[in-house]
């Protein structure tokens, strides 16, 4: 069974607050950016990352909230408890998603499957007033599946002799795991569903894909390979670096500087939790205290430094002005996966990121044993001769972090 929030932060925020609902909800006030969004926010056209001060401008009648991760954290806990009634065997996927293993549950339970996950769904939206979509089926992946084929609200069931019925109606990019750049590899070879993999046959796969993708592959034809797996998780939703500094500053290149150290804080403490990045935020704020921030995909999952930087150097002219002055700026490595996940040796740029690898080793290694600073890229260094006021302003803080 795969478990998914509605919408989760703008939902436990209408149920904190009931006179919201209906209304259009967007959370990220603190970040500048839209994090979250009710489906009626989603209806006027709003997507993730949109600027709040576009979305004010262009739609005033949206109710704009800042983040509140600790409900959002109690709310989480509640709906997994609620899941634990039925079968311990949960693994917490993220603050709105989990993963439980309801095998063999019908039984003692004395329930059909489909009558499970309803009374979890009733459960979820009586106690804590939230809306939850569910999916069952053989494996997670097509569990994943399952969840999203109807939402808000939805419950479905995808039995073994009905899998091909979903997949050919399912694009390859929407399948957990299978990230941007290897859809579009994939697409090439003439993969274009989800089902056009899953007919495959194993020395074709083997050959062309790296590990996790013939996983990905078993799993969809209903070989279980990723057991659920209910050990409390001790790493990071996101991971962030944010610094402000003294004087306030419009030097572009003070800046990038800036940002160029707080990424590679992040990254360094992302190689530590053998974590990759799949998005990279980066924001200014201004001596008013204002955001501007964006985000980026990256095209590979990276922790490293060298290969995120040239990326986020290109998108900074979308938040930096000459006539504004900044005080700090942050990094946030988002949607993180772990170092299982990756995608082995299926591109040539696999050797440049081998590569790199191999010297952060060696730099982990020596800042583990003298300490940060010892070794920092160049475009850092601008930002190491700077005087530092505070390390952070508790408010640029993503209470994400708090979460897993
Ligand atoms: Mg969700």
């Known amino acids: 069974m795969h478990i998914d929030g509605d919408a989760f932060f703008a939902s436990v925020e209408i149920a904190k607050n009931p006179s919201l609902r209906g209304k259009p909800v967007v959370v ?32 005033p009648q949206v109710v704009i ?24 065997n949960l693994e917490e996927y993220s603050i709105d998603e989990c993963f439980a293993d ?39 992946v097509l569990a994943k599946v399952a969840s999203k084929w109807r939402k808000p609200g939805g419950i479905t069931l995808i039995p073994d002799n009905l899998v091909y019925e979903f997949l050919i109606k399912t694009p390859i990019e929407k399948i957990w795991g299978i990230g941007r750049r290897t859809s579009v590899y994939l697409n090439k070879k003439g993969i274009i569903t989800a089902y056009d993999l899953a007919i495959k046959d194993e020395a074709w796969v083997t050959h062309i894909l790296s590990k996790p993708y013939i996983e990905i592959w ?45 990424l590679e804080g992040a990254c360094s403490k992302a190689r530590h939790y053998s974590l990759r990045a799949s998005r990279v935020a980066i924001f200014l704020k201004t001596q008013e205290f204002r955001y501007y921030s964006c985000e980026i995909s990256l095209l590979a999952p990276s922790n490293i430094p060298e290969i995120i930087l040239p990326i986020v150097r290109k998108e900074f002219p979308k938040v930096f002005r000459s006539d504004r002055v900044y005080r700090t700026t942050g990094v946030t490595l ?4 772990s170092g299982e996940m990756r995608q082995e040796s299926l591109f040539g740029e696999d050797k440049k990121d081998k590569k790199f690898e191999i010297i952060h080793k060696e730099v982990d290694a020596l800042v583990e044993k003298f300490g940060v600073g010892v070794v920092h890229l160049a475009s850092t260094n601008k930002a190491f001769r700077k005087q ?17």
């Open 218 to 262: 078993k799993e969809l034809n209903c070989i279980l390979v990723s057991k659920v797996d209910p050990r409390k998780k001790d790493t990071y939703a996101s991971i962030q670096k944010t610094r402000t500094f003294y004087p306030p500053t419009s030097n572009p290149e003070m800046l990038m500087s800036q940002i160029s150290k707080n």
């Open 334 to 337: 988002r949607d993180l996966v």
């Open 28 to 59: 990220g006030k603190e970040r500048g950016i839209a994090s979250a969004f009710s489906y009626e926010a989603k209806a006027l056209g709003i997507t993730r990352g949109l600027p709040i001060y576009q979305i004010h401008k262009r739609f």
């Open 65 to 88: 909230l800042p983040g509140d991760y600790i409900s959002y954290t109690t709310y989480s806990e509640k709906m997994f408890d609620i899941v634990r009634r039925y079968t311990d």
């Open 102 to 140: 309801l095998t063999g549950w019908d039984k003692p339970l004395k329930m059909s499957y489909e009558k499970i996950l309803l009374r979890i769904q009733n459960e979820i939206k009586e106690e804590l007033d939230i809306s939850v979509s569910i999916g069952l089926a053989s494996t997670k």
């Open 388 to 404: 530092t006021r505070g390390a952070t302003d508790t408010d640029d803080l993503d209470r994400n972090l708090l979460f897993l």
